[in-house]
C-alpha cells in the first residue's frame, strides 16, 4: 500500500512506499525478459512454418520455374 500524502510535513520514512510492489522490480524484468524471449521462439517457429509451406508449394510441379519467370519479366518492365 503506498503512503498517506495529506500532510507534506511529515517525514519521509513515515510515508512509505510510492509505489505498489516496491522491491518486485527485478522479478519483473526477469518475467519481462522471459515474455520477451518466449515472443520470438513462437514467432520464428510460426515464420519457419509459413517459409516450409511456401517452399514446398514451389517445389511442387513447374511453380518454381513460372515464379522464376515472371520475376525476370517483372525486372524487365
Given at each position: 500500500?503506498?503512503?498517506?500524502?495529506?500532510?507534506?510535513?511529515?517525514?519521509?520514512?513515515?510515508?512509505?512506499?510510492?509505489?505498489?510492489?516496491?522491491?518486485?522490480?527485478?522479478?519483473?524484468?526477469?518475467?519481462?525478459?522471459?515474455?520477451?524471449?518466449?515472443?520470438?521462439?513462437?514467432?520464428?517457429?510460426?515464420?519457419?512454418?509459413?517459409?516450409?509451406?511456401?517452399?514446398?508449394?514451389?517445389?511442387?510441379?513447374?511453380?518454381?520455374?513460372?515464379?522464376?519467370q515472371?520475376?525476370?519479366?517483372?525486372?524487365?518492365?
Amino acid at each position: 500500500m503506498t503512503g498517506n500524502f495529506t500532510d507534506w510535513n511529515g517525514n519521509m520514512v513515515d510515508i512509505g512506499p510510492l509505489y505498489p510492489f516496491v522491491g518486485a522490480e527485478m522479478l519483473m524484468v526477469i518475467v519481462l525478459i522471459a515474455i520477451w524471449i518466449g515472443w520470438h521462439v513462437i514467432q520464428m517457429r510460426a515464420e519457419s512454418r509459413d517459409h516450409e509451406e511456401d517452399a514446398r508449394l514451389l517445389r511442387q510441379g513447374d511453380n518454381l520455374h513460372r515464379v522464376m519467370q515472371e520475376e525476370h519479366t517483372l525486372e524487365r518492365m
